[in-house]
């Protein structure tokens, strides 16, 4: 029975583990495009000072 519930457990820190990872790459890609988006503002605001 230890040996299941130990798999079991693993299993369930393995999914979390994949989940958290998976929420890691989906912020860094929104950082780098929200830098891109920045960097592109700031060229066109560049535009507009006296």
């Known amino acids: 029975m230890k ?3 130990t798999a079991a457990g693993a299993q369930t ?3 979390a ?3 958290q ?3 890691m790459q ?3 890609s929104s950082s ?3 830098a891109r988006m920045a960097a592109r503002l ?3 605001t ?3 000072k006296v």
């Open 26 to 28: 989906e912020i860094s």
């Open 3 to 5: 040996t299941k519930e």
């Open 21 to 23: 990872l998976a929420s």
């Open 42 to 44: 700031q060229e066109l």
């Open 46 to 48: 560049e535009k507009f």
């Open 32 to 34: 780098t495009y929200l």
């Open 17 to 19: 583990t994949e989940k």
């Open 13 to 15: 820190v393995s999914a």
